[in-house]
């Protein structure tokens, strides 16, 4: 929240009032200007999410560490739609900045749940399947 706050919120009305200045004197009212900030800090709060639920994907073997790993074009390519759709407004600075931060997050998370499923599994742990968790831990009981 504070990220767009301060980063985001200056860079999309900054945009936004350099276009309007082409095209004609346009002065946002209240109502406008509390909708666009509103979406942008809900959107940013709700993507900012994103690290937690790949943390715990990765670390309870719901999603494999390697499937995350194999996977990263798909990944980056959902990350920038995701941020698309997220940032009302059309300015693509935005929606830029937010796919950077979404990019850094997914691989912190992913560092962080590799250093958990190491620390907790071994170093093996990181190429198993869904399958392989399943049955080491049928193999426990």
């Known amino acids: 929240m ?5 980063v985001i919120q200056p860079a999309a009305f900054g ?3 350099d276009q309007s200045f082409e095209i004609g004197s346009i002065v946002p009212n209240a109502e406008d200007y509390l909708d666009i900030y509103m979406m942008l800090e809900i959107g940013f709060g709700l993507a900012f999410q994103l690290p937690l639920v790949i943390f715990y994907l990765s670390i309870f073997h719901l999603v494999p560490y390697k499937t995350f790993r194999s996977q990263w074009r798909l990944v980056y390519v959902s990350l920038m ?3 698309a759709v997220v940032t009302p407004d059309a300015s693509p600075m935005t929606m830029v900045l937010m796919f950077g ?4 997050l997914y691989e912190a998370a992913l560092a962080v749940a590799r250093y958990i499923i190491i620390a907790r599994d071994g170093k093996e742990a990181l190429k198993w399947s869904r399958e392989d968790y ?7 009981l």
């Open 15 to 17: 945009w936004l009032l």
């Open 2 to 6: 504070v990220f767009c706050f301060f």
């Open 81 to 83: 739609v995701l941020s």
């Open 134 to 140: 399943e049955q080491r831990e049928f193999d426990k």
């Open 101 to 104: 931060v979404l990019i850094f």
